[in-house]
């Protein structure tokens, strides 16, 4: 089974431009994650879709979005970037997105990440 | 707001000996937690999870030990291989919450010395 994949793995770009990263989910997942790591900060969730819907967001500004497809892929778009959006962005994707609970069908499985690097 | 906390950033180790990494969470609507793995340049990979009905998981030479009154995991590798040498992340969800969302700590950096 092909992992998750994130594409692509490395970019620049400078203040106020917009970038587009994509994520190709394990096929069968249904759920796929938002994750931004950046140095001290962990993993702070952006957000999660299931079946071309989001459910969840998290505390990140209006520049961040996002959207899935009917296929499960699913992009993230950040516009107007900023210096402090260099991080490494990780997508992860995961069988049901059950919310909580202990089955193992939520765990997630991630991609190697699109470093983001802002000038 | 930091609800999942590692206040070790690194840790250093023989090899053969244990490693000890600890969590601690201040919601206690989590009721699912695992860990997960970074080497550099990867993504973080599953490693164990513990559900908050258990207070042990065990998966080889990896344990994870819940204590929920305490608001508290830890996860015991033994013994300690070179190969471990990486970022060790805690993560957890909580019940009611819409969508799959993990929340998860800043990380260990454990380095096994051979």
């Known amino acids: 089974k092909a992992g998750v994949t994130q594409t692509p793995r490395y970019l620049i770009k400078t203040r106020g431009q917009q970038v587009t990263l994509s994520c190709s989910p394990i096929s069968g997942h249904r759920s796929v994650s938002w994750y931004q790591q950046t140095p001290g900060q962990g993993l702070q969730f952006l957000f999660e879709y299931f079946s071309e819907t989001q459910r969840n967001k998290g505390n990140f500004p209006g520049r961040f979005s996002g959207r899935q497809f009917s296929n499960s892929r699913s992009e993230m778009n950040v516009s107007t970037l900023e210096l402090g959006d260099s991080a490494l962005y990780l997508c992860?994707?995961?069988?049901?997105?059950?919310?909580?609970?202990?089955?193992?069908?939520?765990?997630?499985?991630f991609g190697a990440g699109s470093r983001l690097t802002v000038l | 707001d930091q609800q999942v906390k590692q206040n070790s950033p690194s840790l250093s180790v023989q090899e053969g000996r244990i490693s000890i990494l600890n969590c601690d969470y201040t919601?206690?609507?989590?009721?699912?937690f695992l860990w997960y793995k970074k080497y550099p340049a990867e993504g973080p990979t599953f490693l164990i999870s513990i559900s908050s009905i258990k207070d042990k998981n065990e998966d080889g030479r990896f344990t994870v030990f819940l204590n929920k009154s305490a608001k508290h995991l830890s996860l015991h590798i033994v013994p300690s291989q070179p190969g471990d040498s990486a970022v060790y992340f805690c993560?957890?969800?909580?019940?009611?919450?819409?969508?799959?969302?993990?929340?998860f700590g800043t990380g260990t950096s454990l380095t096994v010395i051979p």
């Open positions: 992860a994707s995961s069988e049901t997105g059950l919310a909580g609970g202990s089955s193992g069908a939520n765990v997630l499985t």
């Open positions: 919601n206690s609507m989590f009721d699912y």
């Open positions: 993560a957890a969800s909580a019940i009611g919450v819409p969508g799959n969302q993990f929340y």
